[in-house]
């Protein structure tokens, strides 16, 4: 597959999905929200993508070379705003089956107040959940995003799909790299299934790898990720200062309260603020539109500038007196 191809196949998915997920998007109340380490951990950022590791459950710790099986999923895929997040789960096999006795199944499916119940259960050292099923998260930001996205040269762009891709296959080496033995990965899919699923078995040949469309609503593991993932994205869009659900709405292109916002807070020089994917589609159309013109000057053939050059010629009465003398130390 060629990369405007796969370009625009990943253009084609987001929108499909932003236009699925505006459908049903539901306003979070921030009151019933639960904001977990995700969010709040020392290396949590509006602007720098990051990478959360909850500890490793009792179990693991009791027995670390426990067989374990790991869902992946992600949430916040289409949204103009907020970030993409992709979220890891895994237990022993031993405690697979009993995962969807607690209730977890697609967390799109699943209520706003239900989900942050689950994760804080999975955050609560005295609960069962904490003691059996551990999680991570990759959290990447708009700016990230769209600056991989829109770089001057089409040989240095990548694309969603494979921003997704590195999410996903750095959380499993992660989680491999701290001693957990996976031998079984279900992943929700990005892209055709089957391509990606032979990628990421050979990446992972110790495991098996499982890839599948809508896996979040087949494997139970994976709705456990599907959960990690939507609660932090929510917890952390409801902790930017600017806004919030009841102001911006879902996030998704085509829900008018995010387009409301998105012209409400426009700025015609810097356009809006970090929060904003400035490389989709309904973000770029509103800048083509309404943003001043900006002429850059072409640099000089050296590839270096003189910054002189913009206070005018020597000709021109400029001069340098204004900034004082030279002193040597003995003057001090």
């Not at 694309?159 to 701290?178: C, K, S």
């Not at 916002?261 to 989709?280: E, P, T, Y």
């Amino acid at each position: 597959m060629s990369e405007l191809e796969s370009q625009l196949e990943s253009q084609v998915e987001s929108q499909i999905e932003s236009e699925e997920a505006a459908q049903s998007a539901e306003v979070v109340d921030p009151e019933k929200l639960f904001i977990p380490q995700s969010v709040t951990c020392k290396n949590a950022s509006f602007t720098a993508s990051y990478t959360y590791h909850h500890p490793l459950p009792a179990c693991l710790q009791e027995n670390p070379l426990a067989p374990c099986i790991l869902g992946v999923d992600e949430a916040g895929r289409g949204p103009v705003l907020g970030p993409m997040v992709y979220g890891v789960a895994f237990c022993t096999e031993e405690y697979a089956d009993k995962i969807s006795g607690h209730g977890f199944m697609d967390s799109k499916v699943l209520s706003a107040e239900v989900r942050s119940e689950l994760l804080s259960q999975m955050c609560d050292s005295t609960h069962e959940l904490y003691r059996e099923i551990s999680w991570s998260t990759r959290i990447m930001t708009p700016r990230d995003i769209s600056t991989c996205m829109l770089r001057s040269k089409p040989s240095q762009i990548i694309n969603l799909n494979a921003q997704a891709h590195d999410a996903t296959i750095n959380l499993i080496r992660e989680v491999m790299e701290r001693g957990v033995n996976v031998t079984q990965i279900f992943v929700d899919t990005v892209g055709p299934p089957e391509t990606y699923q032979k990628k990421l078995q050979h990446l992972f040949p110790q495991a098996t790898v499982t890839v599948s469309k809508k896996a979040d609503s087949i494997y139970p593991i994976v709705s456990v990720a599907s959960v990690a993932a939507k609660v932090t994205r929510d917890a952390a869009l409801s902790t930017v200062p600017e806004g919030g659900e009841h102001i911006w709405g879902s996030g998704y292109p085509s829900d008018p309260r995010t387009v409301a916002w998105l012209k409400s807070s426009f700025d015609q020089v810097f356009g809006w603020n970090d929060v904003v994917r400035f490389s989709w589609g309904t973000a770029k159309t509103m800048m083509d539109k309404n943003c001043v013109d900006v002429e850059w000057p072409e640099p000089e053939e050296t590839g270096n500038m003189n910054i002189m050059g913009m206070f005018g010629k020597k000709d021109e009465g400029f001069t340098t007196a204004w900034y004082g003398k030279a002193v040597t130390p003995m003057e001090f």
